[in-house]
């Protein structure tokens, strides 16, 4: 079975400019988060959604906003690039059991210049 | 607020050798969660183990256990006969539920392991 997977890996945008990721989850998760991880740090929750509801909001600013389809993917879009935008951006999906963990997908690294 | 402290920036550890990796929490609810999870150089996090709070007794997974010490608020990562590919970033982690059913993960700032042979 195919994992998580999220795309672009690597993406180079400008200061200003818009940026959006994808995400395709498990066969079967109803559940996507995102996070962010800026490099040294643990990943920062950003969105979580189920099914195509948002249930969860972490501390980013409006700049950062995502949607997820009726088949379960999702993107994640942020405006206004700044410098300290750059980070990995984790996906992860669920079925929802807590125990069970979250699955990530490999992440796409963007950097702002 | 909840919160995940790792205190260890970096470990090495002998091929075969158990490591210990420390984590503390800090939280006033009841009922919460923890996990370990494990990101190599590919970047994805991989999960490890899960212990309850209201679990009885340390979770295991394998050559992974959890040493659960609710009192101390602290849940250790045990490795027994490490191996070169344990070699990675390997993080903690709090669920947070939410009022919107929903929850998110509360991360540390992670332990960097090395396996040497």
């Known amino acids: 079975d195919a994992g998580v997977t999220q795309s672009p890996t690597h993406l180079i945008k400008t200061r200003g400019q818009q940026v959006t990721l994808r995400c395709s989850p498990i066969?079967?998760?109803?559940?996507v988060s995102w996070y962010q991880q800026v490099l040294g740090q643990g990943p920062q929750f950003i969105f979580q959604y189920y099914e195509k509801e948002e249930r969860g909001r972490g501390n980013f600013p409006d700049r950062f906003s995502a949607r997820q389809f009726p088949n379960y993917s999702s993107e994640l879009n942020v405006n206004a690039l700044l410098l300290g935008d750059s980070a990995l951006y984790l996906c992860?999906?669920?079925?929802?059991?807590?125990?069970?963990?979250?699955?990530f997908g490999s992440g796409t690294r963007l950097t702002v210049v | 607020a909840q919160k995940i402290t790792q205190t260890q920036p970096g470990m090495f550890v002998q091929e075969k050798e158990a490591v210990t990796l420390d984590c503390t929490y800090d939280?006033?609810?009841?009922?919460?969660?923890l996990f370990w999870y494990k990101q190599p150089s590919s970047g994805e996090m991989i999960f490890l183990i899960y212990q309850g709070s209201y679990d009885e007794q340390n979770a295991t997974e394998g050559r992974y256990s959890l040493n659960f010490q609710k009192a101390r608020k602290s849940a250790n990562l045990v490795i027994s006969a490490s191996q070169l590919g344990d070699s990675a970033m390997y993080f903690c982690?709090?669920?947070?539920?939410?009022?919107?059913?929903?929850?998110?993960?509360?991360f540390g700032k992670g332990t960097s392991l090395l396996v040497t042979p």
């Open positions: 066969s079967g998760h109803k559940s």
């Open positions: 939280t006033s609810d009841q009922s919460y969660g």
């Open positions: 982690a709090m669920i947070l539920p939410n009022s919107n059913s929903g929850y998110a993960l509360n």
């Open positions: 992860a999906s669920s079925l929802g059991a807590v125990r069970q963990g979250d699955t």
